[in-house]
Structure formats: C-alpha cells, structure tokens
C-alpha cells in the first residue's frame, strides 16, 4: 500500500544521478509492492471493417463459441484462397484511437470547462500494445523498441516507431512464418461467431483488416491512461458481466508434449526450482498436471499473454495447442488472476510487479523528459536489450505523428 512512499524516497531509478540521462530496466530495481492499477473501465470502442475503414461502434464484435476440448482444427486451411492480409507496412501510428477521441470528446471529463480550454483528462493515450511492450522491457532479450512521445495540450501521446531490425524482420519474413502468423487468425475464426445466434463459420475468408477495438480509462500509480486494444471476442451470454469482464482473448500455442519438450521438462523438475507444493500437485492431479506443463513450458510467452491481457482487465485466455502439423488438437481456459498466481511460487520467474513497477517509472520518466507542449516535437524514447532507455529530441521531424485534423479539432 505504500508505492507512494516508496515511489517518492528517492529510490526511483531515473533520479539516480548516475543515470540521470537514462532508465534503467534492471528487474531488481522494480522488486517493489505492486503499484495502484485501478481496474479499467470501457469509455467506448470501435470497429475497423474488411477495408480498414473506422466506426465509431461495435460492429465488428465476436462472440466466443466454446469449442470441444480436443478439436481437430487444421490452422493451415484456407492460407492460400481464403485469405486477405492487412498492409502491415502501412503505418496507422495512433490514427484510430485519435478518430475515436474526436469523435466522443464529450464523453472524456474535461480538466477546465471554459471554452478556451478543451483538454483531455488523462495523461497519456496510447495504444494497449505499447504498454505491454514496457511491461516486458525487464524480461526482454531480443527485441528493441522506439517510442515517440508528443506532449499536446497536457497530454502525453506515445506512438510506436518501427525498429530497423522490426522493418527488416517483416520484410524477410520467411514463407513458413507468413504462414504461422496466419494460423492465429484461423483459430479465432474456428472459435468466434458474428453473432449471438450464429456458429463459427471456418468456410469463410479470414480478413486481418477486420477489428474490434475497446477503448479503456484507468490509473496506474499516479499516471491516468486511455488506451485502446484489440478485442476477440466476448462472452455471448447476455447476462455475462460488463465489457471488460466479459471479454475473451484468444492465443495459439504449439502443443507441448513433444518429446524433446517433455525431457526438458523432466530435466527442470529434477532441480530445486521445482517446489514441493507443486510436485505432491504434479503427482496427484491430471488437471493440475497439464497446467503446471503448461505454465513450466510456457513461463516466459505468457508473460506476454499475461500483460497483454491483464491491461485492459479481460479477465480470460483460451489457448489452442496445435501439432506440428498446424492442427489444434486441445484447448484450455487461463483465468488472469490465476495465471498471476500460478506464477508467484515459480522459482526464478517474471513478477507481475516488476513488469507494472517499470512501467509506471517509465511514465513518470517520460512526464520529466517530455516538458514541451508542442505537436511538432517528438521525443523519442528508445531501449535495447542489456542498456538503459534513452531519448532524443526532434522538431518537426519525420518523427511527427499527430495529424493536423486532429490537432485542429482539439484547438478549435
Ligand atoms: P496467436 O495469438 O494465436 O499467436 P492476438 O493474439 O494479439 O489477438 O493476435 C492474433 C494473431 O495475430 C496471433 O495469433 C498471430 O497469429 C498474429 N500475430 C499477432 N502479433 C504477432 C507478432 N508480433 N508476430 C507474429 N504474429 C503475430
Ligand atoms: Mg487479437
Ligand atoms: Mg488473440
């Protein structure tokens, strides 16, 4: 209960003087209590159609068709005549959530009421992607991120910037990967129905234009944020809780009974990591027993799921295993809560706090750095694995990312 103390003793990384240009991402430093993140609540969404068009409703909503426990849904069907791939070189930087704010200004309480001053009432809006990006920064190895920041009219926007390795990685993307990017995608049209009465329909095309965005409001430590995600599905029971709560994301992952997996696995239980607790589990459960596989195997991908989900509260996973054959032959349900809980008694593990711990110093970092409130001045905030976060300051640069028609709309 005491992150304020804490956060203000004069311990927060970026005030070291020794690192007085820089952040550092060392997960020791974030080993502190678990700061405020109060829980998301949905201020709106909207919907991106087959042609990426925006609307500010919720038609392109799915609804979760719970599936056999152990299908046989062949992920690669439809790859090559069925299929229909986003631009992804088409760089959309904040645009839609920026349409989205246009469009429901009077929804977001403003700070001042006069007329002459219109600002939004948070401190930073961005997308639901950027913030899980930082909530992994301390257990990221391989990927670098670059993020720009604009401060206009009190607000702090942060927009992603492609990395040079990112831009070479999606151009030289091998056939069989192109290919496995696809396969999430087909899962969730195995699973997901257009609408409350109607089934999955795996005949149909798979459109990765096609989105269903929530947009949440919430708090973390002293920092207010909207932001807005993609959404898969919802519970398609009507008496199922509010969004959020009812929201279901959906995750493929391959199978992890191989057998060259299933040593490994042995080789680790055989180590003090594997607690006791765990392994009278182990032995007396077939269910616990494939969730512990399951978390052992996976520890460092859900991490990722974890963060992705946990930001905009949807409170469940449900997780295809595929073979190596690209067929899904089993599916289970995580709930977020127990995932965070699975993972407190693993030894030498990720910890959520940590992961929230970073992300709030690396907020309070970029309100200390990025000072000018100005829509043409970018600060550019980027970190490698093993070194600290940096910046770099540029004017109207090709770092630039707010359009005008949006910044006249929030002056007028
Ligand atoms: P999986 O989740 O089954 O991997 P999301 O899970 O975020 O809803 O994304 C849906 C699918 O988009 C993913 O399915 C995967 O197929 C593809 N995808 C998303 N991000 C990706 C990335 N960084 N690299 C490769 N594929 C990605
Ligand atoms: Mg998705
Ligand atoms: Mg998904």
Redesign the pocket.
Known sequence: PNYHHQHQSGSTPWRNPLRSQGLSTRRELYERDFPVYKQPVEVGCFSLDSERRFFNDSRQMRYYVEPDRNPNFDLKDGYKDRFVKRDDGEKEKLDNILRWIVANRSKLDSRETTASSRALDVDFVTWR?HLTKLLTTPYETRDSWLLAVTRFRGTLYISEVETEAARRDRENRTER?AE??????K??QYTCADDIHSLPDPSGVVN?NEAFCTVVQTRLADHRLLFSG?V?CRDKDPAAPAPPACYV?????AEICTPKQRSNLHRWMMTPGMLFVEYLMYLHSDVLKLIFLIVLVLRFKLLKWWA?SFLPGVPRIVA?FRDHEGVVVSVETFHISKISHLIKNEYNCWKPTVCMNFCSDFLSFVKHVATEDNPSVVYLFSWEPHRDVTFSIHRDSQYSFLPHWFIQEMTS
């Open positions: 992607g990967n496995m990017m696809y396969w999430g995608y899962f969730e990765t993609e898969d994301e959906l995750k493929t992952s992705q295809g």
